[in-house]
């Protein structure tokens, strides 16, 4: 099993990325083409989000920003308690050179 760099998550040793963040698995730093989406080679946490819609809605704000993200929703909807007895529905990382202009975009998304 490969562990991830990023969120520690015990990951199948064929594994390209990480499923929960989008990481980038090997150690090989080699920048990855694809053709389809760019991939989140220094992931970051934008947000912890303990709503499902809520969660929803800023991967929305962030895809019509051009603004890749990956979150750690799990396929059966399940959402995880964390330190102090909260919830989390979904942890939405971003690329490093994305944070400033997500994390506005998480702020006015906030006060509206």
């Given at each position: ?11 199948e ?88 202009k ?11």
């Amino acid at each position: 099993m490969k562990i991830c760099h990023v969120c520690k998550k015990e990951c199948e040793d064929n594994a390209e990325l990480c499923p929960v963040c989008g990481a980038y698995l090997t150690s090989d730093t080699e920048e990855i083409e694809t053709t389809e989406e760019k991939i989140i080679e220094n992931p970051v946490l934008l947000a912890s989000i303990d709503d499902v819609v809520s969660a929803e809605i800023l991967r929305d704000i962030l895809n019509s920003n051009s603004i890749p993200n990956s979150g750690s929703e799990s396929s059966e909807g399940a959402m995880k308690v964390v330190f102090g007895g909260g919830f989390v529905a979904e942890e939405i990382y971003v690329d490093s050179c994305d944070f400033e202009k997500a994390e506005e975009l998480y702020k006015e998304f906030l006060e509206s």
